[in-house]
């Protein structure tokens, strides 16, 4: 089983057992760490993406820190001596690569198994010395609204608007 993750802005492929270098990850030596935002999980040649990664992680450890290869950085104007050097070594932190676990749904628990609370207690009405509830006063119903006056009847159609007489007139 195999996972897409992405760490420090990069993608990695991860196996369990794979120690990868990603930027650095503040935490001390043998932290465990959680990826989630996933983008492929393969489980024995079946790929899963989009909704099926909800629940996928990949489990990792933090196993050291080192300094990556250095970087040469050479700034250079023709004709007016100016030359500029500078370096750049970055930091990685070296991760193990513990488990890749789809997060598959648990069995469903049976409602059997484990009686509830309400199921034990007896019902209030029963309850020594308790006073019956009192009925709770019904919401009262909302006044229907008046209907509309048929003033959508006087109104015009809403095809072409009427024109005055004396343009009928002409016509």
Not at 48 to 68: N, S, W
Not at 127 to 144: D, M, S, T, Y
Not at 162 to 171: D, F, H
Request: hydrophobic share 35%; proline share 10%.
């Amino acid at each position: 089983m195999y996972a897409v993750i992405k760490a420090g802005g990069k993608q990695q492929r991860v196996k369990p057992g794979d120690v990868i270098e990603v930027e650095l990850m503040h935490g001390q030596h043998d932290d465990r760490v959680t990826f989630t935002p996933l983008l492929v999980v393969d489980d024995d040649g079946k790929a899963h993406v989009g909704k099926d990664l909800g629940r996928a992680t990949v489990k990792a450890k933090l196993v050291g820190e080192h300094k990556g290869e250095k970087v040469k950085i050479l700034k250079y104007r023709p004709k007016t001596g100016y030359v500029k050097r500078q370096g750049h070594r970055q930091m990685y932190t070296l991760v193990e690569i513990e488990d890749v676990s789809l997060g598959r749904r648990a069995a469903p628990k049976k409602a059997e198994a484990e009686p509830t609370a309400e199921a034990e207690a007896p019902p209030e009405a029963e309850v020594e010395g308790a006073q019956p509830k009192a009925p709770e006063p019904e919401a009262a119903p909302e006044p229907e609204a008046a209907p509309e006056p048929e003033a959508a009847a006087e109104r015009e159609p809403a095809g072409e608007p009427e024109q005055p007489e004396e343009a009928q007139a002409e016509a």
